[in-house]
C-alpha cells in the first residue's frame, strides 16, 4: 500500500478550496449513511447525458475505506493545484473536469449498462494538473510492505508512476484475462488523468490561469531563452535608482530563487 501524507507545496493562506471539497464529500458520506441519498440517484448512468448526475456522482462513494483514500489523494494534491493558481480557477477548473469526464463516459460507455461514482478522477486530473503546473513540487509517501518506509520523490515522477501503474491495469485486463468486461477502473482513472493534464496545459497556453511562472512551460521557456542568449545578461546603460519592483524570495542558503509555494529551496533541498 503506498500512501501520500504531505508535500512541500503550501500557501499563504489555507486552501479552502480542497478544504470545502473535502468536507462536502465527508457529508454526503454521512447522508448516504443515514439514508438521506439513494445510490441510484446519486451515481451516473452511461446509458443517457446528464450533466447534473455526472456532477453528482463524484461525490458519492461505495464505503469508508472509498472515500477516505480519494478524501487522502485530494487533499495532498489539490491544494498543490489550488497553491498554484489560486483557490477560484481551481474550483472552475475541476468543474471543467468533471464535465468533460461526464461527456467522455457517456461516448465511451453509452452502448453498457453501469455507471460510475467516486471521486478517484478528480484525483487522477489533480495528480496530472499539479505535474504541470508545479512540476518542482515533492510528495511523501508511506509504503507498507511488511515494514512502513518512508519516501519522498519528486511530483513528476509520482505522476508518470500512477499512470504507468493504471495503465498496466489495461494492458493486464486485456492480455492476461479473457473476460468480456472492460477494467473500467483504469480507464476512468487514466481519463481523469488525461483530462486533466489536458485542461490545465489549455489554460496555461490561453493564459487563463497563472501559475507564477513555476509550471512546467514557464520553465521550458525560460531554459529555451537562456540557452539563445547564452546566459547573457546586458548590463544597465543609464545610471540611476532602479525602478521599484517586487522581489522575488530567495533561499537564505544558497541565494537562488524559490517559488513562494515550496517549504525547501528545489536547488538545494534546504528549508
Not at 494492458?171 to 473476460?179: G, P, S, V
Not at 485542461?199 to 490561453?206: D, E, G, H, S, V
Not at 548590463?235 to 522581489?247: I, L, M, N, R
Request: proline letters at 5%; charged letters at 15%; hydrophobic letters at 45%.
Amino acid at each position: 500500500m503506498l500512501l501520500p501524507y504531505t508535500t512541500d507545496c503550501y500557501r499563504d493562506e489555507n486552501p479552502y478550496g480542497t478544504i470545502g471539497l473535502v468536507v462536502v464529500n465527508v457529508l454526503v458520506y454521512g447522508a448516504q449513511l443515514g439514508g438521506l441519498l439513494d445510490e441510484s440517484a446519486w451515481s451516473s448512468n452511461w446509458s443517457r447525458l446528464d450533466l447534473l448526475d455526472g456532477l453528482r456522482s463524484q461525490l458519492f462513494h461505495g464505503d469508508a475505506w472509498h472515500l477516505a483514500g480519494n478524501m487522502l489523494f485530494l487533499w495532498i494534491f489539490g491544494q498543490i493545484v489550488e497553491g498554484a493558481i489560486g483557490t477560484r480557477a481551481f474550483l472552475l477548473w475541476l468543474l471543467a473536469v468533471a464535465l468533460s469526464s461526464t461527456c467522455l463516459e457517456h461516448l465511451a460507455f453509452s452502448a453498457r449498462e453501469g455507471g460510475s461514482y467516486g471521486a478517484s478522477g478528480l484525483v487522477f486530473a489533480c495528480i496530472a494538473g499539479g505535474a504541470l503546473l508545479a512540476p518542482k513540487s515533492r510528495i511523501r509517501f508511506v509504503l507498507w510492505l511488511l515494514i512502513p518506509r518512508r519516501y519522498e520523490v519528486g511530483l513528476s515522477a509520482a505522476a508518470v508512476g500512477f499512470l504507468a501503474f493504471e495503465l498496466w491495469g489495461v494492458f493486464e485486463h486485456f492480455a492476461l484475462r479473457t473476460q468480456d468486461t472492460l477494467p473500467y477502473t483504469p480507464l476512468l482513472h487514466t481519463a481523469g488523468f488525461a483530462i486533466g493534464l489536458g485542461l490545465a496545459y489549455l489554460a496555461l497556453k490561453l493564459r487563463l490561469v497563472d501559475a507564477g511562472g513555476w509550471d512546467w512551460l514557464s520553465r521550458r521557456a525560460r531554459r529555451e531563452r537562456g540557452a539563445m542568449l547564452g546566459d547573457f545578461v546586458a548590463p544597465d546603460v543609464e545610471a540611476g535608482p532602479p525602478a521599484p519592483q517586487s522581489t522575488p524570495p530567495k533561499c537564505a542558503h544558497c541565494g537562488r530563487v524559490r517559488p513562494k509555494h515550496l517549504r525547501r529551496c528545489v536547488y538545494c533541498g534546504k528549508p
